[in-house]
């Protein structure tokens, strides 16, 4: 092979290009040698939230509000996660309490008012308990037979929970049935790992871990116990721990005797298990902070049972046959076929709740009069804009289709239309959605791509850098009060965003390719397939919280490049850093939209498979610092505007 890149460059060249700043505001300036213009706050994202919501809660008098402000975190997150990510003793003591609970409302526990933990006048404290909220977020309760709450390990401090006698023996009925229940499941599960025999549960070993190594960021729990791949708590497979690594739960647990499994790994393996049969990998994140229990699991499949049949046409599926693991995995079996059925008939999408990281599929209902509105107001600034006509966004893609060639050839100050059409429909969608940022991502170089896949060389494409990737980032003016004014630090952080999508594109792409040795090495995770609606995401991303990445959705879609499709090849993304979230009509209308671009992305590579040359130059560095900062790139100053603290 030759040394030179296809710029031309050598490799000394490009290392020397790639110490270089390619931050819009500081162009040509050796990376690192400039004061970073805001300090990171320690405080910022989810720890603040954190102090906020304690805060607030500590307001209320009564204990049920005081709770409900903790569960939400303030608003933040539905109850039921919370309520849900309880261990056994604490959802007992959670009901007693305050009669609060994630199970059938007629056994979540008695309304408001009538809580047996609200003490009567004259009716004596027999123990005092406490409620505090851990700095993961979790609700933590003191119960009965445990000693005080470690506050290490606390937002603020604790609340005195005083517990009468008839709590005591209301607490005692719930736990003995609670683990009662625990110990049949835990039987049960051994029963099923047991008929898999060792080399089934080798197999179900290596399909979890490889769920655990190819997902975003998740904790789990198994009652006290907490399985994650996030972060300095690791002890599964993922950004830290390597496949087979010995601090992997997972790995340590291949050819170890079914007999010397603990009673949480039995379950944490069957219900990883479970929860990948009716859907894939993408499932493990709606378990997301709470509990992975057979019940938690079972309650999940049903909410997901009866969504896909509400959706006309397919066959229904049937409840499960019983609270077994065989009759779960039937079930989970027969909803990942409904889901397909669902997912022609409605669309499916997820809700992403930030704070937490916890995913919900959602079946959404059919589009109304908003998501039609946005529609017809895209498709007016489209024929505005580009040279197609039609009244809806798909008799545009006819439009495009009909003569293709237009994405080849130079358009509206680009040097392809594909640009021109991936820039006007991200702005028109910034203006129409009234969003702060929109961005749309892709590949460079579609001959490129086309080329390498015909010669099968997997491990080339494995190897390109983000530099082979783009993303046209098209923020609303008005985003600079966001950023101190400043039109460098707005461009900064367009900037900041689209090198991070550049990253998504490289990070998806090997997961579309066979899974020969060199793929399966590649860090990748599974590409996308539905879009999701988010709530809170400044959080925990560091780059979200600098960049203040609040609301947004994302649309990906499937191109068939080269004969091949690819997952999450390209899509949509518009975000809010503050105000009103986006909802499920604002997501239908920016799907169809994304649909558009992909069909032109897939026009594209087939005009490129035919031997038509199509490179995407644009959207680099310097074009973001002129289109949002203006004037020549070269004249950018290292200033940009007041300093900016993470929050």
């Known amino acids: 092979m030759s040394g030179l890149s296809e710029r031309g460059e050598s490799r000394r060249q490009i290392n020397a290009r790639k110490r270089i700043s390619r931050r819009p505001s500081r162009l040509g300036i050796p990376a690192g040698t400039v004061k970073p213009d805001r300090e990171f706050d320690p405080e910022a994202g989810f720890p603040g939230l954190l102090k906020r919501t304690w805060q607030r809660a500590e307001e209320e008098d009564g204990l049920r ?24 003793a604490e959802e007992a003591a959670l009901h007693v309490l305050c009669g609060l609970g994630w199970r059938t409302p007629e056994t979540a526990g008695p309304a408001a008012g009538d809580v047996p933990g609200e003490r009567p006048d004259g009716e004596e404290t027999a123990f005092l308990g406490e409620i505090g909220l851990s700095t993961s977020g979790r609700i933590v309760l003191r119960v009965p037979s445990q000693g005080p709450l470690k506050k290490d390990g606390l937002v603020g401090g604790v609340r005195r929970v005083p517990w009468t006698d008839r709590a005591l023996r209301a607490y005692g009925e719930r736990m003995r049935a609670a683990e009662a229940r625990l110990e049949e499941t835990a039987a049960d599960c051994r029963r099923w790992l047991d008929e898999q025999g060792p080399e089934g549960r080798d197999e179900l070993l290596a399909q979890v871990r490889e769920a655990a190594l190819r997902n975003a960021p998740f904790v789990l729990y198994q009652q006290e116990r907490q399985y994650t791949n996030f972060r300095e708590a690791n002890n599964l497979t993922g950004k830290t721990l390597w496949p087979g ?44 902070n709470t509990q992975l229990t057979v019940d938690h699991v079972a309650h999940m499949l049903e909410r997901i049972r009866q969504g896909y049949n509400g959706v006309p046409g397919g066959t229904p ?35 992403i709740h930030g704070a937490l990281m916890h995913k919900i599929e959602r079946v959404a209902q059919a589009p109304g009069e908003r998501a039609r509105a946005r529609e017809d107001a895209m498709v007016a600034r489209l024929t505005e804009r580009l040279s197609l006509s039609g009244a809806t966004l798909h008799e545009l893609g006819e439009d495009l289709a009909a003569a293709p060639g237009r994405l080849a050839e130079p358009a509206g100050g680009f040097g392809t239309g594909l640009e021109h059409l991936v820039h006007e429909t991200v702005a028109a969608v910034t203006e129409v959605f009234e969003a702060d940022f929109t961005m749309s991502r892709g590949m460079r170089s579609l001959p490129a791509l086309i080329e ?47 090198s991070r999508m550049q990253y998504n594109s490289w990070h998806f792409i090997a997961g579309n390719l066979p899974r020969t040795d060199e793929v399966t090495a590649r860090d990748h995770f599974v590409p996308p397939t539905i879009p999701d609606v988010a709530f809170y995401s400044d959080q925990h991303h560091h780059g979200h919280v600098n960049n203040k990445v609040r609301f947004s959705i994302r649309s990906p879609q499937a191109v068939e490049v080269g004969g091949r499709v690819f997952d999450g090849f390209i899509d949509l993304r518009l975000l809010r850093c503050a105000g009103t979230p986006f909802d499920e009509q604002d997501l239908l209308a920016v799907h169809r939209v994304s649909a558009l671009v992909g069909r032109a992305t897939g026009l594209a590579a087939a005009l490129a498979a035919a031997g038509t040359p199509l490179e995407v130059t644009a959207f680099d560095s310097p074009w973001h610092w002129s289109a949002i900062a203006g004037g020549d790139p070269g004249s950018a100053s290292t200033g940009t505007g007041p300093v900016r603290r993470a929050s």
């Open 65 to 88: 509000p005081f709770v409900e402000v903790l569960l939400t975190l303030d608003g933040h997150v539905p109850a039921d996660v919370q309520l849900r990510a309880l261990t056994a």
């Open 245 to 288: 690594h010995p601090d992997c739960v997972l790995s340590s647990l291949r050819g170890l005797p079914l007999d010397l499994w603990s009673d949480h790994d039995v379950q944490l393996v069957v219900c990883l298990t479970l929860l990948i049969r009716s859907a894939g990998f993408g499932r493990v994140e709606e378990a997301n």
């Open 317 to 351: 599926v049937p409840p499960a046959a019983a609270p077994t693991v065989a009759a779960l995995n039937d079930l989970a079996v027969a909803l990942r076929a409904r889901r397909a059925e669902a997912g022609r008939g409605a669309q499916l999408y997820r809700e």
């Open 452 to 498: 390498a896949l015909r010669e099968e060389r997997w491990s080339e494409i494995c190897d390109w850098d983000i530099t082979r990737f783009f993303c046209c980032v098209v923020p609303s003016p008005s985003a600079a009060r966001h950023y101190g004014g400043s039109a460098a630090g707005l461009a900064d952080a367009a900037w900041a965003m689209s």
